[in-house]
Structures are given as structure tokens and as C-alpha cells.
């Protein structure tokens, strides 16, 4: 059977102008518009598609993907409201989708962004969002593990951090003191699972830990630096939210990747920014690991 709002595997029956059909189980057989057929498609090949109803409430498939699936939690902006109904949403689908006004937490408008959860209304079995998104959030953690990196979507500010989405299913809290910088409602990030909470929550930050955090982020700064002809206006002075746009990770580990370069001897401060430094110029001779500058194991 096909899933309202989700990636189908479905089988190709037969083609018509409009286009082909495809075997939808209970659904019965499930169109695909002609401009999303695949080069090449043949009979009883099996495709991947994402099935939803169109404007005339049909069942459809497309090959398209949306921007968020059932089960899934989101930022998505706002495309218009309806007096009667509520606002449409735009998840990159012709058709938008419906937040009804009986879904929001508090009344939204055209042209905000707004955290929904998408589900099947059981009601009228139709796909829409919800902002009431708390008690659709997973409380099953049993394949997030210490130290997996996880995107995340900023969801709310509390006294102790910023309350999280976890791959679009679960939360997570980021203390304030993981965080360095302010951080927006909506915004999207890449983190790292910290600690698995009793009841499903999880404790997150914005970085890896220890050498796991340094050395990528060191190859990351090196590369930059080649890029830039040698230099960069990037420092211990540099502020929060600069380094977290340009290097994706925290004023912390940044210093830390920059004291690891400078104890190598890869970078110097010029103050302000830094300077790539070729250790085998800087040494007269090659380099080679595990030595240190008078050629001497370390």
C-alpha cells in the first residue's frame, strides 16, 4: 500500500497520455503526470516517488521531493492565508500545504516562516501541518548514539539553551554554554548528540568533542587559508557569529584548531587575522611526521 506523504517503491501498470499508472495498493492505481516520468521507464520497472493528494484531492505521485515528509518537523514559510480554512505553506510541491487554523499554536501570516510537524489528518485523510509539534516528537532514541553528528532545526529559546529538532523527529536541548552565539528560531545547523536523556530527549551540541572537533576543523582553516592566497581576517578576535558562518562550528573550537595550527607552526597571527606558514619553508628542509623542526623524532 502506498503512504500518503511519504517515498513510495511503486510498480509502472500501464501508460496514458496524461501519463503512467502506478500500483497504489489500497489507493487503488496512483498516477504520475507525464513531466515526472524518468528517461527510459518501462513497464513493471519499480520507482521511487513521493505520493500526496492534488488540488482536486486526487492521489498523485511525483518524483519530486518535498521539503518535509509526514513524520517530519520543519521550518517552512507562510504563502497565504484563507479566512476560511487556514494558511498554505510552501514545501516545494505545486500544490502548498494546509496549516489549519484549528493546527496553530498562535494565529500566523503571509510571509512568515513557521516550525510545523506534517501528518495525515485522521479525519479527512489528508496530508497537513501542525505548529503543535511537541507531542509529535519521538521519545524512541535507540539509534541516536553519543557523538553522532545530526542536523538540527532551532525551535525555541529557554533559560537553559535552545530547544532543538533532531533530524526532523526527535528534540534536543543546547545549553547555552555548547552554543556561543545567539541562534534563531528556524535556523538550520549541524550538530552532535552529547548524552541520551530518560524520556527521549537529548542533549546536544554544536561541536564534536575533543580531537574528533580540532582536526577537522584544522584541515577546514588550512584549506581556507590556501584558498585566500595565504591569509585570512579570521582570529582569536573574531566574533561569534562571523566564525560560526564562515567555519560552521564555535568560537571555542575555533581557538582550539588555531592553537593547534600555530603549535605546528602551519599559521602565524598577523593581528589582526592569520598567515599560512609552509613548515618546510619555515624549517629550511622537508617535513616529515612525527619530527619536530631540527629534524630531531619527536
Not at 235 to 252: A, T
Request: net charge neutral; hydrophobic share 40%; glycine share 10%.
Amino acid at each position: 500500500m502506498a503512504d500518503l506523504g511519504r517515498l513510495n517503491q511503486l510498480t509502472v501498470l500501464y501508460s496514458t497520455p496524461q501519463g503512467i499508472y502506478l500500483g497504489g495498493g489500497d489507493h487503488g492505481e496512483i498516477l504520475l503526470p507525464t513531466r515526472y516520468i524518468p528517461r527510459g521507464t518501462q513497464l513493471d520497472d519499480v520507482l521511487e516517488v513521493f505520493v500526496y493528494r492534488d488540488s482536486e484531492d486526487r492521489v498523485i505521485a511525483t518524483t519530486e521531493r518535498p521539503l518535509v515528509m509526514v513524520g517530519e518537523s520543519a521550518p517552512l514559510k507562510v504563502v497565504s492565508v484563507n479566512r476560511r480554512v487556514g494558511a498554505f505553506l510552501d514545501w516545494g510541491l505545486p500544490k502548498d500545504l494546509l496549516l489549519p487554523f484549528r493546527q496553530q499554536a498562535e494565529p500566523v501570516f503571509a510571509g512568515d516562516t513557521v516550525i510545523v510537524h506534517v501528518m495525515v489528518d485522521e479525519k479527512t485523510d489528508r496530508i497537513i501541518a501542525t505548529t503543535k509539534i511537541n507531542k509529535h516528537l519521538g521519545k524512541q532514541t535507540a539509534f541516536f548514539k553519543p557523538g553522532q553528528q545530526v542536523a538540527l532545526v532551532i525551535l525555541a529559546e529557554t533559560p537553559l539553551g535552545y530547544n532543538a529538532i533532531v533530524e526532523g523527529t526527535h528534540q534536543g536541548l543546547l545549553y547555552h554554554s555548547n552554543v556561543g552565539a545567539k541562534l534563531e528560531v528556524g535556523q538550520k545547523l549541524k550538530g552532535f548528540v552529547t548524552a541520551i536523556r530518560p524520556g527521549g530527549k537529548l542533549d546536544l551540541s554544536l561541536d564534536a568533542k575533543g580531537y574528533q572537533r580540532v582536526a577537522p576543523l584544522t584541515d577546514q582553516i588550512l584549506t581556507a587559508l590556501q584558498a585566500n592566497g595565504g591569509s585570512l581576517d579570521f582570529d582569536d578576535d573574531s566574533s561569534p557569529e562571523s566564525i560560526r558562518q564562515n567555519f560552521d562550528c564555535s568560537k571555542k573550537a575555533f581557538k582550539q584548531a588555531l592553537g593547534a595550527l600555530f603549535r605546528q607552526r602551519r599559521l602565524r597571527f598577523t593581528n589582526p587575522g592569520i598567515a599560512y606558514v609552509d613548515i618546510r619553508e619555515s624549517t629550511g628542509q622537508e617535513w616529515r611526521p612525527g619530527e619536530t623542526d631540527d629534524g630531531a623524532k619527536a
